[in-house]
């Protein structure tokens, strides 16, 4: 007797508070722009901070409100940068724009104490390990924000550049100066 009570006033709890949440979602449901979902669409998803800003999503609203520059994403590099301008409509000149070297941290065995403060900082989950043991970075999740080398009490982990391998290797696009001179 009492199991079917409990039962019945529990499912009919439930069912009234998912149809409150229903209701309050409905009623107090706060309307994004679409243009800051296209630009945080675009963006790693990463929530590194390399731009200065807490996450994605605050940079994506700094940017469609005008108020940073589109250039301000370092894990996109210019082919994001070229993507936000379209979206907004700005002119971008990008030849003072450097590609940033293509760097990835990795762990020196010797001095790695296993203390696990680099992985609670890392935005992307590349550093594995466990307390007390040896980590190791997975190349392809490494955004090379720092953060793991800022927080290292050993000075173990350190930013390197990434081999050039069949997998990666892209070709170089020609300079124009070349271009200029056979004209």
């Known amino acids: ?13 439930g069912l009234f508070l ?27 998803g990463s929530q590194c901070g390399q731009c200065g ?9 700094a940017l469609a409100a005008g108020d ?22 700005v002119e971008i000149d990008l030849s003072g724009m ?5 760097l990835v941290a990795k762990v020196s065995e010797e001095t790695c104490i296993g203390c696990t403060r680099c992985f609670k900082v890392c935005p992307t989950d590349a550093i594995v390990g466990a307390p007390k043991q040896i980590h ?8 090379a924000c720092r ?3 800022d927080v ?13 391998t069949l997998k990666n290797w892209r070709w170089h696009k020609p300079e124009s100066v070349l271009f200029e001179e056979a004209a």
């Not at 940073?68 to 379209?86: I, N, Y």
């Open 18 to 44: 998912g149809i409150m949440l229903s209701l309050a979602a409905r009623f107090f449901k706060v309307e994004s722009s679409p243009v800051v979902d296209e630009l945080e669409a675009l963006m790693p």
């Open 53 to 61: 800003f807490p996450g994605c999503r605050p940079a994506a609203e």
């Open 136 to 143: 190791v970075v997975v190349a392809d999740a490494c955004i």
């Open 98 to 102: 450097e590609e940033p070297e293509a």
């Open 152 to 164: 290292c009490p050993t000075e173990c982990l350190q930013m390197q550049a990434i081999e050039v």
């Open 68 to 89: 940073a520059q589109v250039t301000l994403c370092p894990p996109g590099g210019s082919a994001l940068a070229e993507q936000f301008a379209a979206i907004l409509g």
């Open 147 to 149: 953060k793991c080398v």
């Open 1 to 13: 007797m009492y199991v079917i009570s409990a039962i019945i006033s529990l499912t009919s709890l």
